[in-house]
């Protein structure tokens, strides 16, 4: 083999090495192109069924039953429950008002676990006339409350107790 030969397969090689790096570069943006597009559409439908969520009419639409309006409404009070006034209700007024939620919301289950925990920890009561051991029961309902407040937001793509009240004030 003679230089001439060496060289032209060492050029050869450089420009395809260029190439396939100019290749992977091209590649790479039209990925990230792709990806940054696929990113925009998913942020415009979650905005647009965010919108339509908090635009939605307080008129009755043509698919929906008493019963499914029923159940929206009851998503809804879930989702307007605020844990803070949630905690306070139950640690000042004892069972009731969590049992005022509870109706409001259809959703006994927080309501039960706190009495339980109250009527278990009343024997100490009398201890700490129920400054302190009052807290755990209190504590145990409103967990309870936010957990399933949190999921209706979640479900309803809101984020805060005041835009469930926005939604329910319009729709209803």
Known sequence: MTNETMTDKTQTIEALKAEVETLKAARTEELLAQAEERKQNEELQRLTAQKEALEGGGLPKAGDTPQSLNRKMTDIENARVRTWAYFAG?????????????????NYGPFWAGLALGVAS?????????????????????????????????????????EADLLRFRQF
Not at 138 to 157: D, F, I, P
């Open 90 to 106: 139950a640690y000042l007024t004892g069972p009731i008002m969590p049992l005022i939620v509870a109706n409001r919301t259809k």
């Open 122 to 162: 009343l024997p100490f009561a009398f201890v700490d006339l129920a400054i302190f051991s009052s807290i755990p029961a209190a504590a145990l309902g409103t967990a309870l409350q936010a957990q399933k407040s949190n999921k209706k937001r979640e479900e309803l793509g809101i984020v805060s107790p005041e």
